[in-house]
């Protein structure tokens, strides 16, 4: 259990949450516009200074996670469908025929980074690893996946894309093109590091999860035989991140350097011993490192060893949640930055939502509940003091550091708070 004193749940900061939540939700909704043929969904609200009008890949997975309890509070099932699914199939339009996905989507235009014609080979980074997982999410949630039956084979192109293309062939594992818009903005293990040199935990523990989803979307469509197919692409990937990222001296996961020199069987100096191994540790303490327990894929022993970590108070265990980057590391701050976002510390709503699941996952009910209300009050009090949610926190004291009226994922603190009161919590695929 937790090592300092828990947060009390405050029914009238839930409350409040679920009241503000139920109301903005509606705010999040965009009609189709330029060359987004079909409705669509942004992190914030029309009058946000940021994120108002463009459709990004993550964030709208995450959306979608809180939309549906929003649906399920207000007993409205299907209200928020036509936005959701319509963020699939805007992107599927803009998906090149070699599977190539953007990040996100303009009105005018899509973002793209590197070079589209691919002349000096593929190097940009694409769409994260999540839209099968939105498929299924959306197809379980309405009980049918007929509305994307027939999506399914440029699915199939985009997710064969990565791992023709994102996948390193010596150890299996994914890597980033480059630190250009990974998500987590500014993680020092691939933040100005070489490029294709990082084979992050975060990026694998998605990719795990969006291969079983699109095994999921398969056999729901009668195509057993491929789903299986993906689902042993999905244990493969498991079993790779296991032996090269898993370290068992600190009992955690790591993202891992891919960045070594070819062997050359001439080099009269190395030829006798060569390296025999295919990837270094990065020993980097990141929150990334408990993607695993949301994925699924650790043992209940690694599980273990992982909670007694989150529980240290001189790295992880924060008034507010979790932080973002262990606070003994040398990068750890918690400075205002956009473009790149802050996530060398700061509390963020979708690393507290994330690391909570994996908690539950693996039955640790205690830590799960402790970290739940502790975003029920860092979300609870910014409300009652400014109005508003922000992007991200200071993990001792709970005050906002930037970006007023952002939304997106903070709405998962919604999830929490069903799961908190007992009632269901919707959770992704």
């Not at 029920?376 to 970006?403: A, Q």
């Amino acid at each position: 259990m937790a090592t300092n004193e828990r947060h009390p749940m405050h029914d009238h900061l839930a409350q409040r949450i679920v009241d503000y939540i139920h109301t903005s939700s509606d705010q999040m909704m965009r009609p189709p516009t330029g060359i987004l043929r079909h409705p669509y969904t942004v992190p914030a609200t029309a009058d946000s200074p940021y994120y108002s009008s463009t459709l990004w890949d993550w964030d709208s997975w995450f959306i979608s996670v809180a939309l549906g309890q929003v649906e399920a509070d207000i007993d409205e099932r299907g209200r928020f469908r036509e936005y959701e699914e319509g963020v699939i199939l805007n992107f599927l339009d803009h998906t090149d025929e070699d599977g190539v996905m953007p990040i996100l989507l303009k009105p005018d235009g899509p973002m793209i980074h590197g070079d589209p014609s691919r002349a000096a080979g593929f190097s940009e980074n694409m769409h994260k690893p999540i839209i099968a997982q939105h498929a299924a999410l959306l197809s379980q949630r309405s009980g049918s996946i007929e509305w994307v039956t027939g999506k399914l084979d440029a699915i199939e192109t985009y997710l064969r894309r990565y791992l023709d293309s994102h996948v390193d062939e010596a150890t299996g594992l994914a890597y980033w093109q480059s630190d250009f818009a990974i998500g987590v903005d500014n993680d020092p293990s691939v933040f100005y590091r070489p490029a294709k040199s990082t084979a992050s935990i975060y990026l694998n523990s998605l990719l795990y999860r969006e291969l079983l989803a699109f095994g999921y979307l398969l056999e729901e469509a009668g195509r057993v035989k491929e789903a299986n197919v993906w689902r042993g692409y999905a244990q493969d990937l498991a079993d790779a991140v296991n032996l090269h990222c898993w370290d068992e001296r600190d009992g955690t996961y790591y993202s891992v350097d891919l960045n070594l020199r070819p062997i050359d069987p001439e080099d009269w100096l190395h030829r006798g011993a060569p390296r025999t191994w295919n990837s270094l540790l990065l020993r980097i303490d990141s929150w990334s490192s408990f993607m695993p327990l949301w994925a699924g894929f650790a043992s209940q022993e690694q599980a273990e060893r992982m909670r007694q970590r989150y529980l240290e108070p001189r790295t992880f265990f924060a008034n507010y949640g979790v932080r973002t980057l262990s606070r003994l590391e040398k990068q750890y701050n918690l400075r205002a930055s956009n473009n790149p976002s802050n996530w060398l510390g700061p509390i963020w709503g979708v690393s507290n939502y994330l690391v909570f699941r994996g908690l539950q996952k693996y039955g640790f009910e205690a830590e799960a509940t402790d970290l739940a209300e502790k975003t029920v009050l860092l979300f609870g009090r910014d409300l009652e003091r400014t109005g508003s949610m922000h992007e991200f926190y200071n993990p001792d004291n709970g005050e906002p550091i930037m970006t007023k009226g952002f939304q997106n994922w903070n709405f998962l603190v919604l999830n929490m708070i069903a799961h908190l009161r007992g009632e269901t919590a919707m959770t992704e695929f």
